[in-house]
């Protein structure tokens, strides 16, 4: 288990601002289903000004004073598999319904790490990249079957089946490794995210 905090409380060297609230915000789906805390996403994008900064001033108080916020429950839920037949578990698809507040912070720590861990991973690594997508590694892999059928070569690829690698992250592990690539602030509110989680099923 992971401890929220790790360091005595103190104010984030760059303070979590209103913009980057608002944000976050915005990037976040209309539609969705909420998490625990039952606040719809539309409730935040279309929110006033005021809103950001309280919620800027409640992420801030957080690393400030070690005030914990009960943001990191998730609701698991089940889904029908489109075209799949109803009745056997294996058609169905879990989901974690999270909390709108937790979808938050996670987007503004993203958006402080991205250019940092960019520079950290590799050129093959597609998924979960602006202006990239896994559909680049299909095409690639396309283009080199094609490639090889008209040159007459035998090539070898290996593939990964990463399906279920997000059940099995070490997360002190990552921590380990985000030590050497980002900044403490970043660092603090991703433990405060990693911490603490725990899925009641609905």
Do not use: C
Request: charged share 30%; hydrophobic share 35%.
């Amino acid at each position: 288990m992971i401890s929220p905090f790790q360091w005595e409380p103190k104010p984030l060297e760059k303070p979590i601002t209103p913009e980057e609230v608002r944000k976050s915000f915005n990037s976040l789906n209309n539609n969705k289903a909420p998490g625990e805390d039952e606040i719809h996403t539309e409730l935040l994008k279309y929110g006033t000004p005021l809103l950001d900064q309280t919620i800027a001033d409640i992420f801030n108080t957080t690393f400030n004073k070690h005030e914990k916020i009960d943001i990191n429950g998730g609701v698991l839920i089940s889904i029908q598999k489109p075209g799949k037949k109803k009745g056997p578990p294996n058609n169905l698809r879990p989901m974690t319904l999270l909390n709108s507040l937790r979808k938050a912070l996670s987007v503004i720590s993203l958006n402080r790490i991205r250019p940092d861990v960019e520079r950290y991973l590799s050129n093959s690594q597609s998924g979960f990249r602006p202006n990239r997508s896994t559909a680049d590694v299909v095409w690639t892999h396309k283009w080199l079957s094609a490639k090889t059928l008209k040159e007459d070569v035998r090539i070898k690829i290996t593939g990964i089946d990463m399906s279920a690698a997000f059940d099995t992250i070490n997360r002190i592990q990552i921590l380990d490794i985000l030590k050497t690539i980002i900044k403490e602030d970043e660092l603090r509110i991703i433990r405060f995210l990693l911490s603490n989680t725990k899925i009641k099923q609905k």
